[in-house]
C-alpha cells in the first residue's frame, strides 16, 4: 500500500492510556489539515513546527512555495496503540506512519507517549515521515534505499530550537553506534544487487552517508549526478562511476563518521502568517469514523502474493468495512459517514452497495464532488457487464457524473480520475485527452501507487514502452519491500522484453502487476 513506517525498539515503547482533550478540530495550515483535540498552544506548536520543517525542505531543495499543494492530513491520535490499531499491529514499536490512498496522503502522530530515549520522539517520526512525503509529491524518481532514509532522517533529525532556527543536519545521537557498527563498504553498497548486501541499519548508515554528502561541496554535487543517473536508467555500478575510487570515497565516509563530530548550519525558515488559517469543528461522524479512516486501505488485495498474509490483511479489511457501516448506520444522513462507506465498498468490490450508499449520498447532497465521483466508478463498472448501446449509454452516464464533478471542483484531481474511468472500467479505449487526465491526477498523486500503476498499463496497452516503464520505475525501484514492488518488478521484465522486441503488450502484463 506503500506506506513507510518508522519502528522504534518495541523493549522501549509502553502503552497509555488516552487522555482527555477537548473536541476533536480541523486546523488548516498552508500544506497541512491537522485533526487534533490538543488545546490551542499545543495545536499551534504543532502547526508551526510542520509548517517549518516544510520551508526547510524546500529551500533545500529550492521548491517554490508557490506550488498549489496536496494538503497532508495529519490525525494526532491519543497514543501509540492508537498508532498500532491503524496498521492492525500490536506491540509493533511503530509511533507514526506515513500513506496515500484515494482518499489523499495522510500522517498519523500520538500526542502521548511513555517513549523518550534522548532525541527519539514521535515528533522527529513525524517529521521523519513527511519528508517521505515531500520526497515522493515533489520529487517522484528512482532512490537507493539508503537514500531514502537517509534524507527523511536528515531532516527528521534537524532541531527546530527555542529561538525559531532550525538546526538544519544535527546528529542522529539516537542512532548511536550503530552506524559504526553497522558499516556497509561503499563498493558494496555501490556495486552489489540489494539481495548480495548484508543486513545493514538503513536508518543509521542512510543518514551518516546522507549527512556526508550534504556537507562537502565536491560531494553533494557528485550525489546530485548519481541520482540523475540512476533516474535516467543507469546502472547502479555505472551510476557510481561519478563517485571515482570507491574504497577511497568509503575511507573518507567512515573517517567522518568516525570522528564524531558534526557539520550543522542554523537556519532562518520563513513561514506564512498567521501559521493557522482556518479552524473547522469536525462532525460527529468525522469523529467516530476517525479510527477507520487512518485504518482504511485501498491498494489491490491480488498484489498480496502470500495466502497467509492476503486472508490476514483481507481480515483487517473487513473488520473495517465493518465498522464503517455500523457508523453509517448511526448517522444515516451524514454526508462523510455516507462517502467513506461509497468508498469502501469500492475498495472491496462491493460495487452494488458502493453504488447504493452513493445514491444516498447524493440524494442529501446532490453536489458532493467526491460522491459524484464514487457514483461515476460505479457506474462505469456497471457498463463494462453491458454491450452495444446499453454499454456505450451507460458509459455516457458515466462520463457526465465525472464532469459535473469537475465542474463543481477544478481542483480535486479525482473527478479527472473518473473521466478516465469511464472508458477504461466501461471496456472503452479512453481518447487521448483521458489519458492526459490520468497523466495528470498520477502526477499530481505521485505517491499513489494505483493510479500509477493504471498509467502504466495504459501506456502498455498503447505499446508506449518507454513511458510505461518510465511511469513504472518509482514502484518497481521503490526501496521498501512490498507485494507492490514484487510485481511491478515482474511487470518491468514483461516490458522490457517487449520494448525490445517492438512487441505489442503481452496479456500478462497486467496480470504479472496484479491488476
Given at each position: 500500500?506503500g ?10 515503547l509502553m502503552?497509555?492510556?488516552?487522555t ?5 478540530r ?5 500544506h497541512?489539515?491537522?485533526y487534533?483535540?490538543?488545546d490551542?498552544n ?7 513546527r ?5 520551508g526547510?525542505?524546500r ?5 517554490s ?5 496536496i ?12 498508532v498500532?490499531?491503524?496498521?492492525g499491529?500490536s ?9 496515500s490512498?484515494?482518499?489523499?496522503p ?17 515528533e522527529l517520526?513525524l ?11 515533489y ?6 534505499q539508503?537514500?531514502?532514509e537517509?534524507f527523511?532522517e ?9 529561538d ?6 544535527m546528529p542522529?545521537k539516537?542512532r548511536?553506534?550503530?552506524i ?5 563498504s ?21 543518514w551518516?552517508?546522507?549527512?556526508f ?11 546530485r549526478?548519481?541520482l540523475n ?6 546502472s547502479?555500478a555505472?551510476?557510481?562511476k561519478?563517485?571515482g575510487d570507491?574504497?577511497q570515497l ?5 573517517a567522518?563518521?568516525?570522528r564524531g563530530?558534526?557539520?550543522?548550519k542554523l ?10 488559517r482556518a479552524?473547522?469543528p469536525?462532525?460527529?461522524s468525522?469523529v467516530?469514523?476517525?479510527p477507520?479512516?487512518?485504518?482504511f486501505r ?6 498480496y ?6 486472508d490476514?490483511e483481507?481480515?483487517l ?5 465493518q465498522?464503517i457501516?455500523?457508523a ?9 459517514a455516507?462517502?467513506l462507506?461509497a468508498?469502501?465498498e469500492?475498495?472491496?468490490?462491493n460495487?452494488?452497495a ?5 445514491d444516498?449520498?447524493?440524494a442529501v447532497?446532490p453536489?458532493h464532488?467526491?460522491?459524484l465521483v ?7 463498472r456497471a ?6 448501446a ?11 457524473l465525472a464532469l ?12 479527472l480520475?473518473?473521466f478516465?474511468?469511464?472508458y477504461h ?7 487521448a485527452?483521458a489519458?492526459?487526465?490520468l497523466?495528470?491526477?498520477?502526477a499530481?498523486?505521485?505517491a499513489n501507487?494505483e493510479i500509477?500503476?493504471?498509467?502504466v498499463?495504459e ?5 508506449k514502452w ?6 513504472l520505475q ?11 514492488r ?11 522484453a517487449?520494448q ?10 497486467q496480470a504479472?502487476?496484479?491488476?
Open positions: 500500500m506506506k513507510l513506517t518508522f519502528a522504534l525498539a518495541s523493549a522501549l502503552l497509555v492510556p488516552g482527555a482533550h477537548a473536541e476533536w480541523a486546523v488548516e495550515t498552508a497541512f489539515i491537522i487534533s483535540r490538543s490551542d499545543d495545536i499551534q506548536r504543532l502547526a508551526t510542520l509548517e517549518t520543517i516544510d526547510l525542505m529551500m533545500a531543495s529550492a521548491i512555495d508557490k506550488i498549489e499543494p494538503k497532508v492530513r495529519i490525525y494526532e491520535v491519543d497514543n501509540d496503540g492508537d498500532e490499531a491503524a496498521l499491529l506491540d509493533s514499536g511503530v509511533a507514526g506512519f506515513y500513506d490512498n484515494i482518499l489523499g495522510f500522517l498519523v502522530t500520538p500526542h502521548s507517549t511513555t517513549f523518550h530515549a534522548g532525541d527519539f520522539t514521535p517520526v517529521h521523519h515521515e513527511y519528508a517521505h512525503h515531500f520526497m515522493l509529491q520529487f517522484p524518481a528512482i532512490y537507493p539508503w537514500y531514502v537517509g527523511a536528515l531532516i527528521g533529525s534537524s532541531k527546530i530550537l527555542a525559531g532556527k532550525v538546526g538544519y543536519g542522529a539516537h548511536g553506534n550503530q559504526a557498527v553497522d558499516w556497509v561503499l563498493q558494496d553498497l555501490f556495486l552489489k544487487p540489494p539481495e548480495k548486501i548484508r543486513d545493514f541499519d538503513t536508518y543509521a548508515q542512510g551518516a552517508m546522507t549527512h554528502f550534504t556537507f562537502s561541496k565536491v560531494h553533494a554535487a557528485q550525489l549526478a548519481y543517473a540512476l533516474s535516467a536508467g543507469q547502479q555505472d551510476a557510481a561519478v563517485f570507491l574504497a568509503d575511507r573518507e565516509a567512515r567522518y563518521v568516525l563530530s558534526f557539520e550543522y537556519v532562518t525558515v520563513p513561514i506564512a502568517q498567521p501559521v493557522i479552524v473547522h469536525v462532525s460527529p468525522e467516530a469514523l476517525i477507520e479512516t487512518i485504518a485501498d491498494d489491490e488485495l491480488s498484489t502474493r502470500k495466502q497467509a498474509s492476503r490476514h483481507k481480515h479489511r473487513e473488520d473495517n468495512l465498522h457501516r455500523d453509517a448506520r448511526l448517522y444515516p444522513n451524514d454526508p462523510f455516507l462517502y462507506l468508498q469502501a469500492y475498495a472491496f468490490g460495487y452494488a458502493s453504488e447504493a450508499a452513493a444516498r449520498l447524493l447532497d453536489s464532488v467526491r460522491g464514487i457514483k461515476s466508478l460505479d457506474v462505469a457498463a463494462g457487464g453491458l454491450s452495444g446499453a454499454r456505450a449509454a451507460k458509459a455516457q452516464e458515466a462520463r457526465q459535473r464533478a469537475n465542474a463543481r471542483d477544478h481542483d480535486d484531481p479525482l473527478p480520475l473518473a478516465y474511468q469511464s472500467l466501461a471496456g472503452q479505449i479512453p481518447p485527452a489519458v492526459e487526465n497523466a495528470a491526477v498520477s499530481t498523486l505521485p501507487t500509477r500503476q493504471l498509467l498499463d501506456f502498455a496497452a498503447e505499446k518507454g513511458m510505461a516503464i518510465a511511469a518509482p514502484i518497481a525501484n521503490d526501496p521498501h519491500e512490498s507485494p507492490r514484487a510485481a511491478a518488478r515482474e511487470q518491468m521484465a514483461v516490458l522490457l517487449a525490445a522486441k517492438g512487441q505489442g503488450a503481452p496479456a500478462s502484463a504479472a502487476a496484479g491488476s
